[in-house]
């Protein structure tokens, strides 16, 4: 379910994301082991809070010893386990890689329940200044250099809706919540945090469910060097929920009052023509 009335880039940080790879993709780059072909998702250049998104996780089925590396359809904006109702799910898109670990609604899950959430890139606003003293919000896409899946770090939960019974599938909401950073240098003139991503290297052990020492887990909370993304400037009809096409990531040129703003990075300043 899609939240509807207004567009989620204001005061949020990595409030959209674009997601198009096809699952047996994803299954073959994450070295996934379980996969059920029924759970799918149409491609999406708008993946909006509320919206479902692949996930990338480790986790031991009932039976089994060892942890089996799984692909799973969940709800953005986690729910935390002991919350009477689902209804703050929005507010909760990202969760702060400096505080995850003491935060109550994201503490449990920082210690056993952490995935990756592939993604194509994500967008973030700008302001910028205009003539007319009204600043405006200029969107950007991040993506990563070598046109590679983003895996971002996320931390997933489950919440039981006591309203539904037991036996119904709707009785369990499985949701996600994105990890964010300071942003790096380049990107920094655009929001000063970005999603924490990882490189193929981190991945085991950031999904290890076996990893539960608070000290040891936030050592995980480390970007890659800078230089892995780029940003460039695309259509402000991201804004809106109700447009959904590849158009959404194509490049457009700056207008001047853009331009004048200036502070732009290597990430971004290659990007504008």
Known sequence: MRTAGRPWQAGRMCGRFASTTKPEDLVEIFGV??????????????????????????????????PVRQLRVLRWG?????????DGAVKMINARADTVHEKPS?????AGR???????????????????????KQPFFVSRVDGGVLALAGL?????DRAVPSEDPLAWLV????????????????????????????????????????DELRSLLVPPA????????????????????????????????????????EAVGATLF
């Open 78 to 86: 986690l729910v935390p386990s002991w919350s009477k109702s689902a």
């Open 106 to 110: 994201y503490r449990q899950a920082f």
């Open 114 to 136: 952490r995935c990756l959430l592939p993604v194509d890139g994500y967008y973030e606003w700008r302001t910028i200044p205009t003539e007319k003293g009204k600043p405006r």
């Open 226 to 265: 800078p230089g892995a993304l780029q940003a460039v400037p695309v259509s402000p009809a991201v804004g809106s929920i109700r447009n959904n096409s590849a158009d959404l990531v194509r490049p457009i040129a700056l207008t001047e009052d853009a331009l004048a703003g200036g502070g732009f990075g």
């Open 175 to 214: 949701t996600c919540t994105i990890v964010t950073t300071d942003a790096e240098p380049d990107l920094a003139p655009i929001h000063e945090r970005m999603p924490l991503f990882l490189d193929p290297g981190g991945y085991d052990a950031w999904l290890d469910p076996g990893r539960t020492d608070p």
């Open 33 to 66: 082991e379980q996969w059920d072909p029924t759970e799918t998702l149409a491609p999406s250049w708008n993946v909006a809070p509320t919206d479902s998104a692949f996930a990338v996780l480790d986790r031991t089925p009932k039976g089994q010893a060892e």
């Open 156 to 160: 997933y939960e489950f919440w039981r």
